[in-house]
T-cell receptor, first 116, second 109 residues
C-alpha cells in the first residue's frame, strides 16, 4: 500500500541553525501539507501546497519557514534559523485531489526535531 | 478561528464494550471532517472521512456521524478490543485544518 515517507526520523540541531525536513508524498497525490505537534499539544496545521505554490498557511508559518518541491517526488520544509520552541514532531501529509473534494489526508510517520 | 474540542479526554473501558467519542467544532462552514488514530510516538492513521454533505460513514467496527449544523461529530466503536487502544483525533477542514486534542482510549483485556 502506498505511504508517505519522511526523513530523517529524528533531527537534532543547535539553535540558530537551518534544518530541512524531507517528505516523499504518495505518488499520484497533488496536495501536500506540513503539520507540527509539540509534545503534549494538538496537531497544528502549518501549510498546504498545490501546483508548486502555497495554497494556505497558518499564523505559525512565518518567514522562517519555507516549503519546496525540488523535484517530482520530494516535498521539503525548511526552517531557516531554528528556535528552542521549534522542537516538535513534524508531520507531512498528502491528498489525492482538491476539486473532487476528497481531501482525505494520509500522514507520514513524522520527523522529531529537537533544538538544543 | 475554528476551535475543535474532543470529549472525553481519556476513556478506559473493558474489552467488548461499545463506545462513543465526541468531537465538536465552532464554525459549521467546513468541507469535511476526518477521524484519525495516533499511537504513541507515531504518525496519524486515517480512519474515516466524512464530507460536509454526508451524515455518516462506516468502516468495519467504526461508524462516524456528522451534524454540521450543530457542529458535532461522533465516532462509534463497536465491540472494542485491546488493539483499539490509542489516541483518537478529529480534524475539520475549512481549507485550513484544525485538530482536536484527542481522546486517549484504553481498552482493558
Amino acid at each position: 500500500e502506498p505511504e508517505v515517507t519522511q526523513t530523517p526520523s529524528h533531527q537534532v540541531t543547535q539553535m540558530g541553525q537551518e534544518v530541512i525536513l524531507r517528505c516523499v508524498p504518495i505518488s499520484n497525490h497533488l496536495y501536500f501539507y506540513w503539520y507540527r505537534q509539540i509534545l503534549g499539544q494538538k496537531v497544528e496545521f502549518l501549510v498546504s501546497f498545490y501546483n508548486n505554490e502555497i495554497s494556505e498557511k497558518s499564523e505559525i508559518f512565518d518567514d522562517q519557514f519555507s516549503v519546496e518541491r525540488p523535484d517530482g517526488s520530494n516535498f521539503t520544509l525548511k526552517i531557516r534559523s531554528t528556535k528552542l520552541e521549534d522542537s516538535a514532531m513534524y508531520f507531512c501529509a498528502s491528498s489525492e485531489a482538491r476539486l473532487a473534494g476528497t481531501y482525505e489526508q494520509f500522514f507520514g510517520p513524522g520527523t522529531r526535531l529537537t533544538v538544543l | 478561528k475554528q476551535e475543535v474540542t474532543q470529549i472525553p479526554a481519556a476513556l478506559s473501558v473493558p474489552e467488548g464494550e461499545n463506545l462513543v467519542l465526541n468531537c465538536s467544532f465552532t464554525d459549521s462552514a467546513i468541507y469535511n471532517l476526518q477521524w484519525f488514530r495516533q499511537d504513541p510516538g507515531k504518525g496519524l492513521t486515517s480512519l474515516l472521512l466524512i464530507q460536509s454533505s454526508q451524515r455518516e460513514q462506516t468502516s468495519g467496527r467504526l461508524n462516524a456521524s456528522l451534524d454540521k449544523s450543530s457542529g458535532r461529530s461522533t465516532l462509534y466503536i463497536a465491540a472494542s478490543q485491546p488493539g483499539d487502544s490509542a489516541t483518537y483525533l478529529c480534524a475539520v477542514n475549512d481549507l485550513k485544518f484544525y485538530f482536536g486534542s484527542g481522546t486517549k482510549l484504553n481498552v482493558k483485556p
